[in-house]
C-alpha cells in the first residue's frame, strides 16, 4: 500500500482546528466516563465491613428493631452509670478527745507507751488492773453499748441471705451462699449513743495529757 504525501495538508486552516479539538474533546469524555465506571466498581465490591463506622469497645451497644423493617437491627450506644463509692473524711477531734479521757482516767498511754519487759507478771497485773478500771469508767460515762446477737454465746443460730456482713463477720469453713449455719463465737458490740464532753473554744485536742511541773 503506498500512500500519497501530496494529499496530505501542509496548512493548518480553521476546519482541521475544529476537528483536532473535537478530537480532544472526545478523548477527554471517554477517559471521564471511564473514571467513574472504575469507581462504581470499586464502590460496590467493597464489604461492608470496611464502610461502617468502628464501635467503640467501652460503649455497650443495645439493639433497636424497626417497626416496619423488624430484619433490620441499628446499634445505639446505652449510657453507663459508673457507681462510686463515697468516702467521708472523718475529723480526729473526737478520737483525740477519747484519747485524753482514756489517759485522764486509766494512764492509757502510760502504760501502752512503758517497756513493760523489765517487770514482773505480778507488776504488771497490778498495774493493769488500774488501767481496766479507769478505761471502765469512760465507757461508761460516755458510750452506751448493747450488743449486735442477743444470743448466747456458744449458741447455733442461722443467717439469712441479705444478712449485714458489717455486722457479723464470718469465719471457718465458708462455702457457697446464705443461710448460713454456724456457733456463735462473740456476740459483738455496737454504740448506742454517745456522750462525750463539749469541747471549749481553743482547746487543743491534741495534747492529750499535758505535761506537769511540781513548784
Request: proline letters at 6%.
Amino acid at each position: 500500500m503506498k500512500i500519497d504525501l501530496s494529499l496530505i495538508p501542509t496548512t493548518f486552516d480553521a476546519l482541521h482546528a475544529a476537528l483536532a479539538a473535537a478530537v480532544v474533546g472526545l478523548l477527554l469524555l471517554q477517559v471521564l466516563l471511564l473514571t467513574v465506571a472504575v469507581v462504581a466498581i470499586f464502590r460496590k465490591w467493597t464489604p461492608a465491613e470496611a464502610t461502617r463506622e468502628p464501635v467503640r469497645p467501652s460503649e455497650p451497644m443495645t439493639t433497636l428493631r424497626g417497626a416496619d423493617r423488624p430484619e433490620l437491627a441499628v446499634a445505639r450506644p446505652v449510657a453507663v452509670t459508673a457507681e462510686t463509692t463515697m468516702l467521708r473524711e472523718s475529723t480526729p477531734d473526737a478520737a483525740l478527745q477519747l484519747l485524753g479521757l482514756l489517759q485522764k482516767e486509766a494512764r492509757f498511754v502510760d502504760f501502752v507507751q512503758e517497756n513493760v519487759s523489765g517487770y514482773s507478771d505480778t507488776d504488771i497485773g497490778a498495774a493493769a488492773r488500774v488501767v481496766h478500771e479507769g478505761c471502765s469508767k469512760v465507757l461508761r460515762q460516755h458510750f452506751e453499748l448493747e450488743p449486735v446477737r442477743h444470743e448466747a454465746e456458744g449458741n447455733r443460730i442461722t443467717l439469712p441471705k441479705g444478712f449485714d456482713a458489717s455486722a457479723v463477720r464470718l469465719t471457718g469453713n465458708i462455702v457457697g451462699d446464705a443461710p448460713f449455719t454456724g456457733t456463735l463465737v462473740h456476740r459483738g458490740w455496737k454504740v448506742k449513743n454517745i456522750k462525750l464532753p463539749k469541747i471549749t473554744e481553743g482547746h487543743d485536742v491534741r495534747i492529750v495529757a499535758a505535761a506537769e511541773v511540781e513548784l
